[in-house]
């Protein structure tokens, strides 16, 4: 595989030190601000880790899009992360003078005249953005397998899906290539990938973080935009950083009672907490995550809380049309946008079957249809809220319906598929996430266990506006059930990796140790 530098002589610049790489991979953001700040290690040598890092396992999991950044791009040293390693999701958002694909053939040429809002926001939080990682094409999956460019592979197993649509963001930070990543969500994006990868991912509160200035509200306010992280406590302390919204913006948000990052430290209080594994749409949830799912209830009961069995009434017939509706008309104006005055069929037939299929149902839906799929909106979102506001405070689900799943296995270029028949296999695999992007409440995927050598996520879902307390719960289960120590198969601080993703010398087995 060619050198993502591009650069043999920059290769014989980076930083090679086996120790110094390990420290690296295990340090969070939180940890390198630190070494940063006390003048232990130099911003140059943290970039060069960072580089020789994601050289170490791009090859086994193609999650790169493009070459890494001759320099990181241009960020504010006086911000509070100057100088930590990020990567933005190919996906969305935007930066000046930067490419953006956005895993199709169809966008090849588009570089970003301006920064979006929310890349102003990294850049003034100092992060120090080093490549773009890959999604499927238009986002429109729960797997990262874009014909444009190839799969994305799990560092856990590279036979298995990193997930969708942020799974070249979750592959980097699980295989410790970098401490966190930009991801965005409509129906799942951050919490799938970082359940199968073993990651954190908060999908915050419809209007908590820009999403401007060129769209208002993507996917008719589905979409939200934060990132993937390994640790709570950076995932608080990097929403501390950029949440606010824009003048313009369609939704403004109430500001948090405090400081995220306070919310970890301070006293908290039993929480009732529902916990449900029955799929909204009737379909198949594996034994053993449901099992995970339990013990993690039996945690939570441990540590005090009041534990139920319940979940908020939800039509699943309702729930999947009006996905269906808003993702169809929504990929169907795309492919409209990007064609000019060209003919929409000749995008239609360079784009992936799937892709195709959506946007053929969005370009027939009358504005009638959208209509009354908004009125299905408001009508989930106000039941849902009532069972928060009434009953409980946070509901705990599968994340995904499985562990990871086999690369291949989806085959969104494959003939045959229609609109109805593509987002229903997408939810047959992640039923419980997309509920939370019709209402706009956060939700966050902490990983709760493993099976057969692949980690599960639990999702916990809040009230709108009450990040606070999803953040605070996921902080008490990370310190009573850590996930820290483990570590996949791809990863920088091993020994040696070959080409199909197997520590050298361990054929590809998964140590004991390491699933401790």
Known sequence: MQSLTGSSTRQQQIWEGAVELREYAAADATELRHLIRSGSVSVGEVWRAAATAIETVNTSLNAVV?????????????????????????????AQGVPSQSGSALTRDFVASADSDLMSRWRRAGLATVCRTSTPEFGLSCTTEPVVS???????????????????????????????????????????????????????TRGRTPVGPDADEPLFGLTSEFAITRTVRDAAALLDEVHGGVPGDRYLVARPPGRYSDALINARRPLRIAVSTESP????????????????????????????????????????????????????????????????????????????????????LRWTDVAEARSWQNDITRSTAGFFADEYDVLMTPTVATPAWSV????????????????REIFEHAPFTVLFNVTGQPAISVPIGMVDGLPVGGQFAAAQGAEHTLLALASELEQAAPWAGRVPPVHV????????????????SVPEEVLS
């Open 493 to 508: 601080a091993a020994d040696t990796i070959d080409p199909s993703g197997a520590i050298a010398g361990l054929g590809g």
């Open 408 to 423: 291949g296995s989806m085959r969104g270029n494959q003939p045959g598929w229609s609109a109805e028949s593509w987002i």
């Open 66 to 94: 493009g070459p890494l950044f001759e320099n990181p791009l241009d960020y504010d040293i006086r911000g509070p992360f100057a100088g930590v390693p990020f990567a933005v999701k190919d996906l969305l958002l935007t």
């Open 281 to 364: 749409f009737g379909t198949a949830v594996d034994p053993r995550v449901v099992e995970q799912v339990l013990a993690t209830a039996q945690v939570l009961e441990h540590l005090g809380h009041h534990v139920d069995f319940a979940q908020p009434t939800v039509d699943g017939s309702l729930l999947l049309e009006l996905n269906i509706r808003f993702f169809s008309a929504s990929i169907g104006r795309t492919i409209q946008e990007i064609s000019g005055s060209d003919d929409v069929e000749a995008s239609l037939a360079r784009v992936e079957a799937s892709t195709a299929a959506c946007a053929r149902r969005g370009l027939d």
């Open 150 to 204: 190839g799969p994305t592979r799990n560092p856990w197993d590279p036979t298995r899906t990193a997930g969708g649509s942020s799974g070249g963001s979750a592959a980097l930070v699980a295989s410790g290539a970098v401490p966190w990543a930009h991801a965005n969500d409509a129906a799942g994006s951050i919490r799938i990938p970082s359940a199968l990868c073993g990651l954190v991912g908060l999908k915050p």
